[in-house]
C-alpha cells in the first residue's frame, strides 16, 4: 500500500515539475504523467544502479555530482519512449530531475505531516 501512494506523489510531481517548467517539458496529459512516473520507477530500479556501478570513477572524482548527469540521462530515456512527454534538451532534462526531487521531496515531506 506503501507503494501505492509513493507512486501517486511521484505521478503528481512529474505533472507539478513540467508544469512548473513551462514550454521546456512537455507532458501531454495526465495519463502520461502516470506512464512517465512509472517508466522513471523502472529505470530508477534497473537501469540507475547500473549506470552508477559503470561510472563509479567520474562520480568519485565529481564528489557525486556525475549522479545529476546520471539522473538527466534517465530522463532522456524516458523521453525517447514516451509519446506525449517532451524534454527540450540535456539541460532542461538536468533542470527536471532537481525540480522533481525537489518537489517530490516537498510533497512526500507534506504527506507524513497529515498523516
Not at 34 to 60: D, E, G, Q, R, S
Amino acid at each position: 500500500m506503501n507503494w501505492i501512494i509513493r507512486f501517486i506523489i511521484n505521478t503528481l510531481a512529474v505533472f507539478i515539475t513540467a508544469w512548473l517548467l513551462g514550454d521546456a517539458v512537455e507532458i501531454s496529459n495526465f495519463a502520461t504523467a502516470i506512464l512517465v512516473a512509472l517508466v522513471l520507477a523502472i529505470f530508477n530500479i534497473t537501469l540507475k544502479p547500473l549506470m552508477i556501478i559503470l561510472t563509479l570513477p567520474f562520480t568519485v572524482i565529481t564528489f557525486g555530482l556525475f549522479l545529476f548527469v546520471i539522473n538527466a540521462l534517465i530522463i532522456m530515456a524516458t523521453d525517447s519512449l514516451i509519446g506525449g512527454f517532451n524534454v527540450r534538451n540535456f539541460w532542461w532534462a538536468l533542470l527536471f530531475s532537481l525540480v522533481l526531487s525537489v518537489v517530490n521531496s516537498l510533497m512526500s515531506h507534506l504527506g507524513k505531516k497529515s498523516v
